[in-house]
């Protein structure tokens, strides 16, 4: 007798549209169909199998074009499931279109993850791992190509940087009692191409334009913003995560393309050709308004800040202006994105008042 649970069902040879009464089973990987005159016999995987989540009647399409159909789907699924026929269908599923089909949008959905989750992961990771030494470095390398490209040297008297710079510190030092402050270092440049500016680079740089100062001449407590939010990327090492990602898509375009060559030589540039994250911009405005308030500062001079620089954007898209004078520097605070919405950000906001 035999023990594998078998089932009474119809076939269809493919011939005759006359159904025929068999019985199947499997049988070590194959299907086992007996018919009156015999036995045939057919490798699970070549077997087109039914879906199990359909209702009604199951159909499997059999490799000579014979066809099998059952009305009773749950007592198919139940026969299919007492044979193990699921486990042996994903092998016959391997070799059908479809397979190839969910593969192709399983690969697609694995490297959109990757891109968007993997990928910030795992340079905000590295970007935490790279010793500060080495950070202090590639921070030195940015600013000499940067300077450049971009900067000048600076045109205020020394007594006014000093003035600025120290005006400052003692914001940091409000705003780290302990004397944990990540280090920075500030230093000003004229800088016709980059216009009202300031940018924070790995290591602690902190460079504000000699324009953005004129700009804000009145308004130091602005300038002290600006500063804090600078040391907001700092303090969160937003410029070695930016290129450490950088290096991560080149890589990966690299191992895709078989060819990772000349990535190396632009890793500084992309400081230049990057933007910060939005989520890493409403971090450093949060760090800014905190430091400020620490500082006996209301954040809200941020406000005629942005004001501003709408102006400044207004006037240089007006008519008469030179496109060829002025460079977006991505990671500048001049070309943040969304004024308006910093704008309310930093007029409504209000200290964590502990209960
Ligand atoms: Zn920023």
């Not at 602690?204 to 990327?233: F, K, N, S, W």
């Not at 290129?243 to 992309?270: C, E, I, N």
């Amino acid at each position: 007798m035999d023990q594998a649970a078998s089932l009474d069902t119809q076939w269809f040879d493919g011939q005759s549209p006359r159904a025929r009464a068999v019985t199947l089973r499997l049988d070590s990987g194959e299907l086992v169909m007996r018919v009156d005159d015999g036995e045939r016999r057919y490798p699970l995987t070549q077997v087109r199998w039914p879906e199990r989540r359909t209702h009604g009647q199951r159909q499997a399409e059999l490799p000579d074009g014979g066809l099998i159909q059952h009305a009773d789907g749950a007592e198919w699924d139940a026969w299919a499931q007492a044979s193990g026929l699921h486990d042996s269908t994903v092998v016959g599923w391997m070799q059908s279109w479809r397979a190839t089909v969910i593969a192709l949008i399983g690969s697609v959905l694995f490297l959109s993850a990757a891109w968007l989750w993997g990928v910030p992961w795992l340079s905000q990771t590295l970007a935490h791992q790279v010793p500060q030494s080495l950070e202090t470095r590639i921070g030195q390398q940015s600013l000499q190509q940067l300077d450049r490209l971009f900067l000048q040297p600076s045109g205020l008297p020394q007594q006014r940087q000093d003035e600025l710079r120290e005006r400052f510190a003692s914001v940091v030092d409000s705003a780290y009692p302990q004397g944990d402050a990540p280090r920075w270092q500030l230093a000003f440049h004229a800088s016709p191409v980059l216009g009202p500016n300031a940018f924070a680079l790995p290591g602690g740089y902190i460079v504000m334009t000699d324009e953005l100062v004129e700009l804000l001449r009145d308004q130091p407590d602005a300038i002290t913003g600006v500063l804090a939010h600078e040391l907001g990327h700092v303090q969160h090492r937003d410029g070695l995560d930016l290129m450490v990602r950088a290096s991560l898509v080149s890589a990966l375009v690299g191992v895709v393309l078989g060819d990772a060559s000349g990535f190396l030589a632009t890793v500084p540039a992309t400081l230049a050709s990057q933007a910060y994250s939005r989520d890493a911009e409403r971090r450093a405005d949060a760090h800014a308004a905190r430091m400020l308030h620490a500082g006996g500062i209301r954040p809200t001079v941020m406000v005629t800040f942005f004001e501003r620089m709408l102006e400044e954007s207004k006037r240089d898209e007006g008519p008469g202006a030179d496109d060829e004078s002025s460079v977006s520097l991505p990671i500048a605070i001049a070309s943040h994105p969304d004024h308006g919405e910093r704008i309310r950000f930093f007029r409504e906001w209000q200290p964590d008042v502990p209960p």
